[in-house]
Every structure is written in structure tokens, then in C-alpha cells.
């Protein structure tokens, strides 16, 4: 109970800075803090005790995007302003069965179709480490809530890196299951083949604990954590792609937890996967064609043209324009780089790929460009560009922070495993950060 209070203290003192809660569920929040701590006392009370797990009592936040009963749920949109679901979203039923206290619902990039969280209906989201900083997106009141410490965990939405992108631009850990391995239903889609639902948090145990209670396992698989490694960790560090276009500040702090790794005893191989390049084109091309789908089913697109920000109703003319054929063929393009990617990695004998998460630091809020090496490139292509081949393969993927800029800004690191290896990953993820700890904070004022 006491920590729902601190925290929702903290909140009414800092998101008028940082913008990351749409809305505060103050009295839903302090009454189920009151219910789960009532579950757990006291000691002359053992017979009716019941503890639900790790995540009894702890207060947590939602993207917004995110069926929550008797809760708006915007999806960061004008269109759905009011919209206020009458039964939660599977992933909320699981979060609340095992305890957790469910503080708000963050902001987003409009109908999670951006990376930025810069949103014209409801306002920008500022990065806790820089208020003059964009948070990455569209999960991105989700990522800077958690950096500020106005909660302890968050459930966000990854179609393209929605989750990783944010969790790297503010210092946080952000993990995107595999196909199937958290239900999607009664959450507001963007690109139905492409969209995953993952948690992010502070570090990686909290990480796997939000997962826990929504993640659909095999019957004999064990606890997320729970397993142990038989062997040393082999990473593949592939040759193209991801490190063609990279700040050389991120590229260094990359470099540097790699070699730390060989040090205490990873092996680390260089792998080809030319089939990298196929993924922007194959990744836009389907994401485009079912947004826009999804958008005219839903009868807003293009009756509602008013109430669309610019930026996104601009990408659903786009899915106008992508041909039967072509959408096709980008179909077959992913069947392609699927099977590719696990050819590299039965060869090559790897637990996971090794690469950075996001290309850049964040950049400024407005900033369209990045120049990186005295090129300019568009911002929002940087973003995508590392993230976008893991949502495609449909393979667990997660950003964990190896770093700071020169000038104080976080560096995400990302890994990338097979299907079904997400507990694999989650262990990967935690030794690094046992072995490199990051315990940088923003320096925000209260």
C-alpha cells in the first residue's frame, strides 16, 4: 500500500515534466494495493493468507494501446479519446491474477505507429535523461515512466521495435518475445503479423518476472529463470547491416561490451546473413498493407482524416499504395530471411546475435535527421533499422543498456535468439548485466 502511495506521489510530481502517464488510475490502483496487502498479512491470519507471487503488490504501468476494463484506452489517439474497454486485455487479466497493481496507462505514439512519442493529441513524451529529447517509441511513456521511477515495471507493444527502441533511448530493459508466446488479443493492433506484447523494466530479472505471469510456455518448459546454461555463451556478431550505419560513440560502447565478454570467456564468431538487407522493404511493405487494412476495417481511415496526425495518417496512404504482389512477395521475402536465420545459427552452434539496439543516441525532440559519419539520415529509419529484422523472423529479442554518450545519454545493446529461446535470452541478458552492470540514473529534479 505504502509503495502505490510513494509512487503515485511521485507521479502527480514528475509527469507534468515528462508526460509519460495519459492517465493515473489513482483509486484503482490504492484499492488494489489495499486488496493484496490484506492478502498477505499477517501472521495470526495464515490460514487465509495468499500470496500471489513476486508481483503481488507491486505497481506497474500499461501502454495505452492495452484493453484495461472500466480504464480509457486511447491507442494515443483522438479517434479513441473516450474509448473506455468493458473487459481487460487478456495480458491485464494474468498481470492482476498474479498480483500486480496497475498505476496508468502511458503514453504512446499515435495508434503505435511511430517511434518517437511525439504526440500532437495528447503531447510529446520528454526523455527523463534530457527533457529536450525524444523517448524512442511507440512504447515510450512506458520507458521513461520506468527511468524516472514512477513505477517498477511496464507491458509495452513491439511491432517494429516498439518496446527495444524506448527501453535503449532512455537506459531501461526492454524484451520482445517470439511469436506466440504472449496472447495479442484485446490489444490495439498496428501490423497483426508483426505486433508482439513484452514487459519492460529496470533490470533483467524484473524484466522476466513481468513476463511470467503472460507467457505462454510448452509443458515442459520451466520457469523463465529457472533453467540453467550446460555451456558457454557463443555469440554471432553478423557482418552486414548492423553495423554499416552507427554513431561511432554507440559503435564503441557496442565494441567494448564485446571484448569484455571474450574476456570472461564468451565465444564470439562473425556470421553472414546478406538477407539483412531484404528486411526494411519486406518489413514496411506488411506493416503498411495491414495497418491500413485494419484502420479502413475499423471505418477511420480515411473517413476520420481530421483526427489523424499527419505523420501516421500519411504511412496509411502508404498501405494504399503497396500492390497484392508486392505485399506477396514480402511474405516470401520474410519465409526467406526465416529460414536463413536459423541456417546461421545451427551452423554456427550460436545462443544469440550480438548487435547494437538502436544506431543512435536520442536524438532531439523535432529532429528529422541524424548525420552520422557526415551523412544525414532520416531519424525515424535509424530507429527501425536495427529492430525491424527480429519482429520479421518473429524471434525473441531484447535491449538491455551497455553505456552513455559523452554527453550522459544511454547505449542500448541488443541480443537475439532463436524461437522459443526466450529463456536462453532472459539468462544471456541477466549475465550481462551482472558481469556490466549499468547503474546510471537520470538526474531528474522533483
Given amino acids: 500500500m505504502e509503495l502505490t502511495k510513494i509512487l503515485l506521489a511521485r507521479i502527480a510530481q514528475l509527469n507534468p515534466k515528462l508526460n509519460a502517464y495519459l492517465t493515473v488510475c489513482g483509486e484503482l490502483a490504492l484499492t488494489a494495493a489495499l486488496q493484496a496487502e490484506s492478502e498477505l498479512c499477517t501472521a495470526?491470519?495464515?490460514?487465509?493468507r495468499k500470496d500471489r507471487g513476486p508481483l503481488h503488490g507491486i505497481p506497474i504501468s500499461l501502454k495505452d494501446n492495452i484493453y484495461t476494463k472500466d480504464v480509457r484506452t486511447t491507442g494515443g489517439s483522438q479517434i479513441l479519446c473516450d474509448f473506455v474497454p468493458l473487459h481487460d486485455a487478456p495480458v491485464v487479466r494474468s498481470l492482476k491474477k498474479a498480483g500486480a497493481v496497475i498505476l496508468g496507462k502511458t503514453n504512446m505514439h499515435e495508434f503505435a505507429y511511430g517511434v518517437t512519442t511525439e504526440n500532437p493529441h495528447f503531447g510529446t513524451t520528454h526523455n527523463?535523461?534530457?527533457l529536450d529529447r525524444i523517448v524512442g517509441g511507440s512504447s515510450g511513456g512506458s520507458a521513461a515512466a520506468l527511468a524516472a521511477g514512477l513505477c517498477y515495471g511496464s507491458i509495452g507493444t513491439d511491432t517494429g521495435g516498439s518496446i527495444r527502441i524506448p527501453a535503449s533511448l532512455c537506459g531501461v530493459v526492454g524484451f520482445k518475445p517470439g511469436l506466440g508466446r504472449v496472447n495479442a488479443e484485446d490489444v490495439i493492433p498496428?501490423?497483426?503479423?508483426?505486433?508482439?506484447?513484452?514487459p519492460l523494466a529496470r533490470c533483467v530479472e524484473d524484466a522476466a518476472l513481468m513476463l511470467e505471469p503472460i507467457f505462454v510456455r510448452g509443458k515442459k518448459e520451466p520457469g523463465l529463470l529457472k533453467s540453467s546454461r550446460r555451456h558457454r555463451i557463443v555469440l554471432g556478431i553478423p557482418q552486414e547491416f548492423f553495423l554499416e550505419i552507427v554513431d561511432p560513440e554507440v559503435e564503441q560502447a557496442f565494441r567494448a561490451s564485446i571484448e569484455q565478454w571474450k574476456k570472461d570467456g564468451a565465444t564470439v564468431?562473425?556470421?553472414?546473413?546478406?538477407?539483412l538487407d531484404s528486411t526494411e522493404k519486406a518489413g514496411n511493405e506488411i506493416a503498411w498493407v495491414e495497418a491500413t487494412m485494419y484502420h479502413q476495417q475499423a471505418g477511420w481511415f480515411p473517413e476520420h482524416r481530421a483526427e489523424y496526425s499527419d505523420d501516421v495518417y500519411k504511412r496509411l496512404e502508404l498501405g494504399t499504395k503497396v500492390t497484392a504482389l508486392e505485399y506477396l512477395k514480402a511474405r516470401t521475402a520474410r519465409e526467406k530471411f526465416k529460414e536463413r536465420l536459423l541456417e546461421v545459427f545451427s551452423t554456427n552452434k550460436l545462443d544469440a546475435l550480438?548487435?547494437?539496439?538502436?544506431?543512435?543516441?536520442?536524438?532531439r525532440i523535432g529532429q528529422e535527421t541524424v548525420t552520422i559519419n557526415g551523412k544525414e539520415h532520416p531519424t525515424r529509419a535509424l530507429l527501425l533499422r536495427l529492430n525491424r529484422p527480429a519482429n520479421l523472423a518473429?524471434?525473441?529479442?531484447?535491449?538491455?543498456?551497455?553505456?552513455?554518450?559523452?554527453?550522459?545519454?544511454?547505449?542500448?545493446l541488443q541480443f537475439i535468439a532463436q524461437w522459443t529461446d526466450e529463456s536462453l535470452l532472459l539468462q544471456i541478458a541477466r549475465d550481462f548485466q551482472r558481469t556490466q552492470p549499468f547503474r546510471a540514473r537520470p538526474q531528474l529534479q522533483v
Avoid: H, M, N, Q
Fill in 269 to 275: 564468431k562473425e556470421v553472414s546473413l546478406p538477407e
Fill in 128 to 130: 527523463p535523461w534530457d
Fill in 394 to 412: 518473429g524471434v525473441p529479442a531484447v535491449s538491455v543498456p551497455c553505456g552513455l554518450t559523452s554527453s550522459g545519454l544511454p547505449i542500448g
Fill in 44 to 48: 495470526a491470519r495464515k490460514k487465509t
Fill in 190 to 198: 498496428l501490423s497483426p503479423t508483426l505486433d508482439f506484447v513484452g
Fill in 354 to 363: 550480438a548487435v547494437p539496439t538502436t544506431p543512435i543516441a536520442a536524438p
